[in-house]
């Protein structure tokens, strides 16, 4: 069911991106540039509100949401993103090229995943199931005032 999870994830690459900015969450709307597996990459502008909030606090919350199914995914943010990433992600995304002259203007950052948290509405009953990648844990199970919570 992972797998389903990460592939919703690749397929639905435009997500809510959930910050702190001292005690007030900040929201705005990010696109997954690139994933390898667990791991999601991204990019910024440096001048950007967002790249001083993820500097001050780099945990992060992001939401995937399409045809009644949900993924959210918790975790902390890396800046340190090889040169081959970079120039990738800048080659592969045609939005990117327009806004900025070179692939060197931008930071860039990556998201392995810590925990993730699939639901999907779809099927009687809706199923939630949470994965705690760090420590290799799934649970959970269905959801609702008529199934109770109960493991699968």
């Known amino acids: 069911m992972i797998r389903k ?4 994830l690749q397929h639905h690459n435009e997500v809510a991106f959930a910050t702190c900015e001292g005690n007030l969450p900040k929201i705005r709307v990010f696109q997954i540039m690139k994933q390898e597996n667990t791991t999601l990459y991204f990019a910024t502008s440096p001048q950007k ?5 993820l500097k001050n606090n780099p945990n992060i919350e992001i939401l995937a949401n399409a045809d009644k199914i949900a993924v959210r995914c918790t ?10 990433i970079q120039q990738w992600i800048y080659k592969n995304n045609e939005v990117l090229s327009r806004l900025y002259t070179n ?5 860039y950052f990556s998201l392995k995943i810590k925990a993730m948290d699939y639901y999907d509405l779809n099927p009687t009953p809706p199923i939630m199931l949470h994965f705690d990648l760090e420590n290799g844990i799934t649970n959970g199970g269905f ?3 008529k199934f109770g919570m109960y493991k699968i």
């Open 143 to 145: 959801v609702g005032e």
């Open 103 to 107: 692939y060197q203007k931008l930071t």
């Open 75 to 84: 975790g902390v943010v890396n800046f340190e993103v090889t040169d081959d």
């Open 5 to 8: 999870a990460l592939d919703f």
């Open 49 to 53: 509100n967002v790249y001083k909030e």
